[in-house]
């Protein structure tokens, strides 16, 4: 079975893309899944499970944290923070990026 | 909303669909516990922040129209199948460290040094490995059972098998010892740790009784009244190296099982490296025949993957998600 080749990329991509949000600043998942649907103009649909596993990978591995916070409304969420090492990993990956994105448009841009 | 219509449930009837839904809700949930097996405060932790996720979903599909209870199903639906999550969270941490690996592993290199470094011809050496054996069973069982407690927990049980097995040969007199003191704490610490290993996760119970079938090869390759502790030259002395190697290959193993993040290769670990030392005890020792050496095989089966079904059992059964205080967030 062929498997379409946006979710392939995008499999290769979450862990990046994860750091990026939450490099951003402390978040939780489901504002995670909503921006990046908002950010991709829905491109990026995340089939909601697979986000947490991802993020526990990424806690695991200790490039970021997550944190119990108490809302003023009293309800409790997960956030989450990157770690040192994970600004460094995310750091490296965007330059992979950058420099295969240029590489890329390189080769396919009309001559 | 496929997953709503799954059971032939009929969807427009609102008191039926109404506790439909609150059934369907709390079966998710369940099935997504008893596929995570992780470790207490990690499983609570999980199931916590599902649910958040889960209300947070809900209250945005409310707002676009669905009823509470078709947005709480809707918002579950949208994880997925339970058990494609629980497996995939349970992948997320199911590697364990290398501090937590070499925890794992000390039990069996602690007894393949035994038998490497001559060790068990002294008293005070094997009375040193068992007091290792029983501080670190404490220590771990004292500290909430991590996951690294459980190849200790099984070598513990070896002093209280050989001490029943020694109590065969005090003399007539004495066998009030076994009947009144040694058979009641015996079956009381075998069965504790047994259940103890089985609410945790029946893999835990295999890795548990993973010496157990190499033990017993052992035994009887060297043969039970042949164990001067004194002597090289005795068949325990010849084989010693050959039953170094055989639990230094236990300790790769366990590493191995701790490191690897997928199931079936934790438990096809455990299996072939098993079948591969008995075979290596049957070709060192030249003293168990092939029939010998199947019915080895059948028990090592049985004690890796048997738990597997007793963890079905009553005795088994974890602790209820409720009463591990998992906030409800709607579920209720």
Known sequence: MEIPYGRELLKGSTDSLLLYLISEGPTYGYRIIKELEKRSNGYFCFREGTLYPALHRLEKAGLIEGTWERLPNGQERRYYHITEQGSKILAEKLVEWRGFSTAINLVIQPM | ?332
């Open chain 2, 1 to 332: 909303m496929a997953w709503v219509l799954h059971g032939n449930q009929p969807r427009d009837t609102a008191d039926v669909a109404g506790t439909n839904y609150q059934t369907k809700l709390i079966a998710y949930i369940s099935a997504l516990k008893s596929g995570l097996r992780l470790e207490d405060n990690v499983e609570r932790d999980v199931l916590r922040e599902i649910c958040t996720h889960v209300d947070d979903r809900a209250k945005e599909l409310e707002e676009n129209g669905l009823s509470p209870d078709e947005a709480k199903a809707e918002a579950t639906h949208l994880l997925g199948p339970p058990r494609i999550l629980a497996r995939q969270l349970y992948e997320a941490h199911s590697q364990g460290s290398w501090g937590q690996t070499l925890m794992a592993a000390s039990p069996h290199i602690i007894f393949a040094l035994l038998f490497a470094l001559s060790w068990w011809r002294s008293m005070t050496g094997l009375l040193m490995v068992l007091g290792i054996v029983i501080l670190f069973s404490a220590y771990g069982w004292w500290r909430g059972k991590p996951r690294w407690l459980f190849p200790w927990l099984g070598y513990l049980l070896v002093p209280v098998i050989i001490a029943g097995v020694l109590l065969v040969y005090l003399p007539r007199q004495w066998s009030w010892l076994a009947v009144f003191i040694y058979l009641p704490l015996a079956v009381w610490l075998v069965s504790r740790i047994g259940r103890q290993s089985l609410r945790t996760d029946w893999i835990y119970c295999s890795v548990m009784m993973f010496p157990a079938p190499v033990l017993a090869s052992w035994a009887l390759a060297v043969g039970w009244r042949d164990i001067p502790l004194d002597s090289l030259d005795s068949p325990l002395g010849r084989l010693a190296p050959w039953i170094a190697a055989s639990f230094l290959a236990l300790g790769a193993a366990v590493a191995v099982f701790v490191r690897v993040r997928q199931r079936w290769l934790k438990v096809g670990a455990l299996l072939m490296s098993e079948l591969a030392v008995l075979i290596l005890v049957a070709i060192s020792s030249k003293g168990i025949s092939l029939l010998g050496l199947s019915f080895l095989a059948l028990a090592a089966v049985t004690c890796l993957l048997g738990p597997a079904f007793l963890e079905h059992m009553p005795f088994a059964h974890r602790t209820s998600t409720s009463e591990k205080g998992v906030p409800s967030t709607g579920y209720r």
